[in-house]
């Protein structure tokens, strides 16, 4: 199995900080790496796939990148709303797996 | 507008059986992935498994493998995940989502179903 190891565990920022979300695989995963954001009390909602595609109507302040092991989630300029959890998710033959997640909160 | 509208909330108790649905509307439930993913009580996501509808090909993560089995009515546009003997390890919230037909990344989710197991 894949593990995914996801950096920092939380996280505390400004309004209007650029905020930088790690996670990395234990092998090799191309580009197959998605995030999602997960609000309390709610289901998560992607937010990019595959690496760096924004998916559709998510707020452009939102990039991703990376390839191979390595792969970063970053808010350009840190929202009140941002506040959330986030997940990155690796996919690999018909297996997923999510990492242990990043806790966003506002200083 | 593409929906999965989970069933509503569950009390069990150890060792009873349980079936919690899906139902899909708004696009061809057959040539799209639905999985599952297990959220315990204050903890992250994890992932259950993945089923084709179209020909019920089920693919299980390895934690939850002879755990639950996933699986679908295509004459009801419904996935489904049953477990045949309840623990209270199991008690957490299930999602259902839908793998996008272009890419990995699961697109649409549903609200979830609460799970409690307890004596």
């Known amino acids: 199995d894949i593990q995914m190891t996801q950096s920092p565990s939380s996280l505390s920022a400004s309004v209007g900080d650029r905020v930088t979300i790690t996670c990395q695989a234990s092998?090799?995963?191309?580009?197959?790496l998605n995030w999602y954001q997960q609000k309390p009390g709610k289901a998560p909602k992607l937010l990019i796939y595959?690496?760096?595609t924004l998916e559709t109507g998510v707020p452009s302040r939102f990039s991703g990148r990376g390839f191979g092991t390595d792969f970063t989630l970053t808010i350009s300029s840190l929202q009140p709303e941002d506040i959330a959890m986030y997940y990155c998710?690796?996919?690999?033959?018909?297996?997923?797996?999510f990492g242990q997640g990043t806790k966003l909160e506002i200083k | 507008e593409v929906q999965l509208v989970q069933s509503g909330a569950e009390v069990k108790k150890p060792g009873e059986s349980l079936k919690i649905s899906c139902k899909t509307s708004?696009?061809?439930?057959?040539?799209?992935?639905i999985g599952w993913v297990r959220q315990m009580p204050g903890k992250g996501l994890e992932w259950m498994g993945i089923?084709?509808?179209?020909?019920?090909?089920?693919r299980y993560s390895p934690s939850f493998q002879g755990q639950v089995t996933i699986s679908v009515d295509t004459s009801i546009t419904t996935a489904y995940l049953h477990w045949s003997g309840l623990k209270a390890s199991d008690t957490a919230m299930y999602y259902c989502?839908?793998?996008?037909?272009?890419?990995?990344?699961?697109?649409?989710w549903g609200e979830g179903t609460a799970v409690t197991v307890s004596s």
């Open positions: 989502a839908r793998r996008n037909y272009y890419h990995y990344a699961m697109d649409v």
């Open positions: 708004g696009y061809m439930f057959t040539t799209y992935w």
């Open positions: 089923i084709y509808p179209g020909d019920s090909d089920a």
């Open positions: 092998q090799d995963i191309r580009k197959y």
């Open positions: 595959d690496a760096s």
């Open positions: 998710q690796q996919y690999d033959n018909l297996s997923y797996t």
